[in-house]
Every structure is written in C-alpha cells, then in structure tokens.
C-alpha cells in the first residue's frame, strides 16, 4: 500500500512539477526566460542619436542634454523598428514643461522652477523657450 | 508477493535516491539563461535614489506605466512628497503615484522633498518567503520577480511586503510588482524608469560590477534603506534619506 502510494505520487510530480524545477531555487526557471522575453517599449537615449544628427548636436549641448529623448516624446522603440510607420506625436508642452518646472518647496532649490501661470500667463513655453535647448 | 516493512522502506530510499539523480540531471540539462550574452550570475542587480535630485515630475511613473503596461490606478513606481513640521505626523501625498506630477504644495513654510518608491527588490524577501507556490522568487542576478503561469492570485505576497509594492492585477488576476525591467536589464539596458528620469535621481547598479559607480556612491555618501529594521536585505539605497519617511 505504502509502495504504491509512493509510485502514485513519483508518478504525479513527474507529470505536474516542470522538469527544471528547483535548478536555482524553489521556483519554475523558465519563468526567467519569460520574463526576459517580453519587449521594449523605450529603445534608450543612443537610438535616438543615430539618426536625429541635428537635434542630437542642439540637444547635446544644452540645458535638457541629460534629458532622454523618450521622457518627453514618449516610447519609441517601435519607431526605431520602423521610422515610417510609426512616427511619433509632438509632446503636450502645456503640460510637460510644468511638470518638471513648475515651483514647489520640495523641489531641490538650485533645479530651475517657476511659477507658470505668472512667469507666461498661459502662453506655451515653448513660444520663448527652445525645448531642446532652453535658455533663461 | 511478501513485503515486509524494511523491505518496503529499502524500495522506497532507492526509488527516493533514482528520482533526486533524475532532479540533477534536469538541474545539467535544465532552462536556458535568459539569453546567451547575459550571464545571471555576473550581476546583483539594485538601484541608489538620491532623494536631493527628484523633481516629482512622475517621469518615472509614467515609463515604467508605458513600458509595462501597468493598469491605471496602479504602480510599480510611485513617487511620494513628504512635508514635515516639526513635531508633527509629517504630510504625504502622491496624487496619481505622480502621474502627472504635482500640484504646487501649499505650505511652503515645512521641510519638504520627494521620495520615488519601488519594489526594494529585498535579498531576504518577506514575499518570497510567504509564497506557497513558489510563484514569486529572487533570481540568481537579485531580482525580486513573478511566475504568472504559477501564481495563484492568493495575496499573501501583498499583505507579507512591507513596502507595499504589490497588487493583484485586475485583469491577470495574478500579482503584479516591479521587475526592475528585468527584460531591459537582461538585455544591456537600463531600467525605464532610470531612463527617463531627467535628473538621474534614479540609477539602476550592479553591485557585483566593480566598475559600477555604486560602489563610490555608497563611499562617499551616507545612505540607508527603506524600513531597515525589517531586515529584507533591501538592495534600493536612498541618499540622505529623511526620518520621517515610512
């Protein structure tokens, strides 16, 4: 009785239990594999550069230099798959620039911050500002 | 046939000894790493925020939304602004996980700052330790991760993190956290959230890298982690993390 529960149960945990479970812990390592599969959606600041020469020479040498190109124009790694059939939006400056510059006393006090609505009275920041390289 | 018990007990340890030398022969001829390039145990994977950098702009949110189609209403990043009076339960708000970013506080007399949370992707994991299905694990390279074919959905990964950087996926069904871009990082990249942060308050480490600027960052500066009384193994450091943060 004994034997053959122990045959019934070897029998099941080689059915159920996948083959490489337990090779790095006590978990399912093809779930790694999958993990690691899935796609990007933001292709990195360096992609952008291969092909964008002059907004890469303007970008490069300003104030936003550091900036990623995706933080404002959004995830483009599809577009660098495939520039023409997927061309990206212009960003919703009305609301991007606020974001970072808007004034707040828990913002680091040398970052750049003002008070939008009367630094520019509703006019969009970049009617002044060049957004891949602002000057003050 | 006649069995006794010490015969019965003799079959079994040989059937016990032929299926364990069948498990190391799966462990040889197992899973493939995630990819041929990247070898899991070259790295030990972390992240150092330094908390005097971040904008609360929601930069981060919005990528780590973007790149892992996260549902609306939940994060696996979030940025918190605290404001603290002295004497007082300090103040903290995060409209969105940041979203959008922040309204303009209203006090401007507290001590204020912004705090970027995220799965501390602990090395001694009170999740991992709770899971009864072995759906959620540390992998080699030290990140905290999920197997949605295994989880159960039962939740007490949720209630066991003491960051609260779980949830259970309103859809999926399964539970959801941050894999610190486990498919980026695995593929030389980094995270999205470090991607675009445009102050570089967030960078993503590899702490077995010893050319990593970590280790001059954790030299040069006093940092501490998130609740490090709880003794996960946190391997998220903040720099000039502030008492008052929970």
Redesign the interface.
Known sequence: M??GG??VF?AI?AVVVP????????????????????????A??EQCLQCHDQEAKVHGGGM?A???C??CH??LAKHTDDPTANVPKLPDVA?LC???H???????KG?H?V?TLAHSQGMLCNSCHQPHNPQL | MD?SRRD?FK??GK?LLL?SAG?TL??I???????EA?R?ADHWWGMIIDI????????CVR?CA??NQVPAGFFRTWVE???VEEGKQPLVDSPNGAM???P??K??D?K???VPKLCNQCASSPCVQVCPV???????DGVV?V????CLGCRYCVQACPYGCRYLHPQKRTVDKC?LC???I??G??T?CC??????ARQLVDFKNPEDPVHEFLRNNKVEVLKPYMATGAKVYYKDLDGAVR
């Open positions: 004994l034997l122990l045959v070897l945990r083959k490489d479970f337990g090779k790095f812990g006590h978990y399912r390592p093809g779930a790694l594999e999958t993990i690691s599969a899935r796609s990007i959606a933001y990195g600041h936003h550091k900036v990623s995706e933080t959004g995830p609301n606020r974001r970072c808007e004034k707040d006393a828990a913002k680091p970052f911050q008070d | 069995l019965i079959i079994g059937l299926a498990a799966e462990e001829l197992g899973a493939a790493p995630p990819s990247y899991m005097d950098k971040c904008i609360g702009c929601g930069s990528a973007q790149e602004r605290y404001q959008d970013g922040f303009p506080s006090r401007t507290l204020s700052f912004f072995g759906a959620t694990f540390v992998s080699p991760l197997d949605e074919t295994y894999t486990y498919h980026r695995t593929k990249l980094t999205a991607e675009n942060c445009p102050t570089g």
